[in-house]
């Protein structure tokens, strides 16, 4: 996990590259960068942590943008904007007839929309924890299955999360499920 703070504005005449515009002269924020660019192409799921306000989306869609995938879809989902209802339906999309009042050819979700390239699940600590084991199984088994099919999608997606929640106290308390996958970066 890499926690973001609010930095001093970056000097963009000094900096050619996004993530070198995001860290400008700040020390912390070189280092959170180093730290990227070492993973950014390696298939590494990504938590950014951080503060609300402080840049999480801005980080990572400077990622994607240095990353190898820049040329493919970035795809920003608030899980915390979205109803619990339907976030499901949004992220893993739905087979044909699956809902009454829904689109009668299915509907791709948003993590096989950005197959290639880089799926930002921002406040990912307010998806609610039925869709945390669905999730789970994207980022260990690298496939999606729509609701109301039983075809399992390969997708290949680099996967940013970012939340300014506390996530080790809510997978203490049951509210937060963690991959049994170690767990590589960095908390500044």
């Known amino acids: 996990a890499i926690a973001v703070r609010k930095s001093r504005p970056a000097i963009t005449a000094l900096a050619?590259?996004?993530?070198?515009?995001?860290?400008?002269?700040?020390?912390?924020?070189?280092?959170?960068?180093a730290i990227?660019?070492?993973?950014?192409?390696?298939?590494?799921?990504?938590?950014?942590?951080?503060e609300t306000g402080v840049g999480k989306d801005t980080l990572a869609r400077a990622i994607h943008a240095e990353s190898a995938r820049a040329g493919k879809p970035?795809?920003?989902?608030?899980?915390?904007a979205i109803p619990a209802t339907l976030l499901a339906s949004e992220l893993f999309g739905y087979a044909p007839g699956t809902f009454t009042d829904g689109c009668?050819?299915?509907?791709?979700?948003k993590i096989a929309a950005s197959t290639g390239g880089t799926l930002f699940l921002d406040e990912i600590g307010d998806?609610?924890?039925?869709?945390?084991?669905?999730?789970?199984?994207?980022?260990?088994?690298?496939?999606?299955?729509?609701?109301?099919?039983?075809?399992?999608?390969?997708?290949d997606v680099k996967i940013i999360c970012a939340t300014h929640r506390d996530l080790q106290s809510m997978v203490q308390a049951g509210r937060f499920r963690q991959s049994e996958e170690r767990r590589v970066g960095k908390e500044c």
């Not at 998806?127 to 109301?148: F, K, N, S, Y």
Request: glycine residues 8%; contains cysteine.
């Open 127 to 155: 998806m609610p924890l039925d869709l945390q084991a669905h999730l789970l199984q994207v980022l260990e088994d690298r496939i999606v299955t729509p609701l109301g099919s039983t075809a399992a999608v390969p997708v």
């Open 16 to 33: 050619t590259r996004p993530l070198e515009r995001i860290a400008g002269r700040d020390a912390a924020m070189g280092e959170i960068v």
């Open 74 to 80: 970035y795809i920003a989902v608030n899980c915390a």
């Open 104 to 109: 009668k050819e299915g509907r791709i979700g």
């Open 36 to 50: 990227c660019r070492k993973i950014i192409d390696r298939d590494i799921p990504l938590l950014v942590l951080g």
